[in-house]
Each structure stands twice: as structure tokens, then as C-alpha cells.
């Protein structure tokens, strides 16, 4: 009797060979063939094969848990602002902290972590450098996703040609925002009011956000402050609020800023309360604690004794250097003899680095020390 598995296995590896060769196709010739134009045809099995070979490999859904946090995250992401301004080509666009702002929150409150590592990098004939990316989501069950490769793309060359020390972290910055832009599909736009497309989501322009509901009186639809800002704009000024008073150099450059905000700040106690004093919207610094805070370090910087110089010898620099009695000390020390110290020749500006660097690790040690 004949074995019906010998021959189904015979009759599919006869049926394989036709394959192969083209046997049994009726709808082209059984090999490759010239076209009548001194070209090479091929027939439907050869094409559907050549068509696969071109094809990404298939990925596999992600767990359960991704997918529903994920949705639950888009639910939240109404759409960015465009507050970034490119003058040399004069276009608006969402900056990397627009879209991490309005993603944050969402992404970690449904329990999502994105895990982003480079697998490969090459350079194109205009010089710009594309880093693959690996992004995989990473869910708070412990269950992963496949990572989804994805490109960054950055060029720092200067006028010589050379490349600087800045294009991995711009093409890391890129990748890392598109990925986000098109994987929950937010919408950016100029005018895009984040409070107008969700009421009760506050968003904190200090660095943190939060989707909790809050009290603040906010703005509807379309309003906007009696000094013509929309919530965006009023996002917008309140960053860079915060970066002119974390770059002032002494109190009164710090009052002046104060100052020069004063309609800013005027809408925003108004409108966002949260955002000023972080009643509600706690999750970064809030500005009434960053003024706080760089005032008091302005202060302390402003009551440390003028440190004696570097006087153009490196013998000069070593007793300035161990005549500090805080690492806060030394380090306005090096910060107000920078220029003095580059004057000095290669070997005794490096006696000098190692002695600041020794006299700095003894400083910091000295608490512990005495606690001891």
C-alpha cells in the first residue's frame, strides 16, 4: 500500500520544482525571455518573488497593554504649537520642546516608557549624518514592543568642512520628535491653543505638564489676553521668561527682566495661576520658585570675596586655587580667570587644570568629612 504522507511530500516538492523553474505557469514562459526590445521579462512567480524580496519584514503587533496605553495617550495629545521661528528661512515650526511638553504627561501617565538606542550611522554626499534609531516601547507591565527603526538626520559641518561635536544629539533630537509627531498623529500649527482643544488639560510651560484639572480661569476658544496673546503666545513668552532669568548676571539684570515681562506675567497670574506659583501644575519648577532661586544664587555670587587673580604665572593661579574655601568659590574663581589662564603656556595651564580639579575634589569631600 502506498504511504499517503510519502506521497503528498512527493507530489509538493514536484510541485516546488515547477515553481522554481516556471513549469506550469500558464500566464508566462517558464524562463526568463527577451521582450522584443533586447530586454529580460520575467514570468509571475519570478516577479511576485523579486516584489517580496523588496518588501519590509513583517512586524509583529505590539502587546495588548501598548496598544491601549498608547490610545489613551492620543486621547490626551490634541496638537502643538508652533512657537520655534527659523528667520533664515523664515518659517514657524513645533520646536522638540513644544511636542515633549505636550507629550509628556500623556505617555507617562498610561504607563509608556519609549526606549531609543542608534544602530547604525552613515554620512550622504552633502555631508549630513543619519543615525538609525531603534525605538521601542516599553510598557510599566514589563511587556515590550518590537522596536521601529527611524531616522535622524543633522549636518554641523562649518565653513572648513569639518564636522562638529553637535550632530548626534541633533539627529537624536529630530528622530526622537518626528517619532513622537507621527506615531500619535498630532497636528501642529501656529495658532494651535492647547487649552481651547482640551479645557481641562493644563499644560506647564516650565518643563512639566499635567493632565489633572485645575481651577485656572484659562482662555476660551479664540480669546485672548488683554495684551493680545492667545495660550500659545503666552506659552511661548512665558519659556523664554524663564531662560532670560535663568541667564541674568546680578540682581539688577534680573530685575530688569522682571520688569520687561511685566504684561506677560500680568495675563499669565490672571489667566494660568498654575503656571506661575505651581498650585496645581507642580511637575516642573514653577517661575515664582526659579526667580527665587536664581536671586539667592545671584546674592551668594555677589558676597563672595573678590578671589585674587592669576597674576600670568601658574605659581599665582595654584595659591588662588588653595586659597578657596567652597567648590561654589572656586568655581567663580575659574569662571572670572578664564581669559588669564588661556594666556598661560600648555603645561602650566594643565598643572593648573589638574591642581583646580584635585582642590575641587578635596572641597567637595570636606562635608562628608565632617560629618564623619
Known amino acids: 500500500m502506498t504511504d499517503p504522507t510519502q506521497d503528498r511530500s512527493t507530489a509538493e516538492s514536484r510541485a516546488a520544482e515547477r515553481g522554481a523553474t516556471g513549469e506550469g505557469s500558464s500566464s508566462r514562459p517558464s524562463s526568463v525571455a527577451e521582450n522584443g526590445h533586447g530586454e529580460t521579462s ?28 498608547r490610545i489613551e495617550a492620543m486621547k490626551q495629545i490634541h496638537g502643538v ?48 549624518m543619519w543615525v538609525r534609531f531603534a525605538m521601542q516601547w516599553q510598557h510599566e507591565s ?7 527603526p527611524w531616522y535622524g538626520i543633522a549636518n554641523d559641518r562649518d565653513r572648513n568642512g569639518r564636522n562638529g561635536d553637535k550632530w548626534f544629539n541633533k539627529a537624536a533630537t529630530a528622530a526622537e520628535k518626528y517619532f513622537f509627531l507621527k506615531q500619535f498623529h498630532i497636528p501642529a500649527g501656529k495658532d494651535f491653543d492647547p487649552d481651547a482643544a482640551a479645557p481641562d488639560q493644563s499644560t506647564a510651560p516650565s518643563g512639566g505638564s499635567s493632565s489633572r484639572k485645575n481651577s485656572d480661569p484659562g482662555l476660551a476658544r479664540g480669546e485672548k489676553t488683554k495684551h493680545g496673546d492667545n495660550n ?14 535663568m541667564g541674568a548676571s546680578d540682581e539688577s539684570e ?14 499669565v497670574r490672571q489667566h494660568f495661576p ?7 501644575n507642580d511637575d516642573g519648577e514653577p517661575p515664582v520658585r526659579i526667580i527665587e532661586r536664581v536671586r ?23 595659591n588662588a586655587i588653595r586659597a578657596q574655601e567652597s567648590c561654589d568659590a572656586l568655581a567663580v574663581w575659574l569662571e572670572s580667570n578664564k581669559s588669564a589662564l588661556s594666556s598661560l603656556p600648555d603645561t602650566e595651564r594643565k598643572s593648573v587644570w589638574a591642581l583646580y580639579k584635585r582642590r575641587m575634589g578635596e572641597l567637595s569631600q570636606a562635608p562628608t568629612e565632617a560629618a564623619q
Not at 514570468?43 to 503587533?61: G, H, I, K, S, Y
Not at 515650526?93 to 509608556?112: I, K, Q
Not at 514589563?142 to 522596536?147: I, K, M, R, S, Y
Not at 503666552?234 to 524663564?242: D, G, S, T, W, Y
Open 296 to 318: 539667592h544664587e545671584l546674592q551668594a555670587q555677589a558676597e563672595t570675596p573678590a578671589a585674587e587673580g592669576v597674576s600670568g604665572s601658574a605659581e599665582a593661579a595654584g
Open 42 to 69: 520575467m514570468n509571475t512567480d519570478q516577479m511576485t518573488a523579486a516584489a517580496n524580496a523588496l518588501l519590509p519584514p513583517v512586524r509583529r503587533a505590539p502587546p495588548a497593554s501598548i496598544i491601549k496605553a
Open 254 to 267: 534680573l530685575d530688569g527682566v522682571i520688569t520687561g515681562y511685566g504684561a506677560m506675567i500680568e495675563d
Open 274 to 280: 498654575s503656571w506661575w506659583d505651581g498650585g496645581v
Open 232 to 245: 500659545t503666545a503666552l506659552q511661548a513668552k512665558l519659556r523664554e521668561f524663564i531662560r532670560d532669568v
Open 81 to 128: 504649537g508652533k512657537t520655534g521661528r527659523n528667520s533664515f528661512h523664515n518659517y514657524d515650526y513645533a520646536s522638540d520642546f513644544d511636542v515633549l511638553t505636550a507629550v509628556r504627561g500623556p505617555v507617562t501617565e498610561s504607563g509608556l516608557y519609549l526606549e531609543m538606542w542608534p544602530e547604525d550611522i552613515s554620512e550622504d554626499k552633502f555631508g549630513n
Open 142 to 148: 514589563g511587556e515590550v514592543a518590537e522596536p521601529v
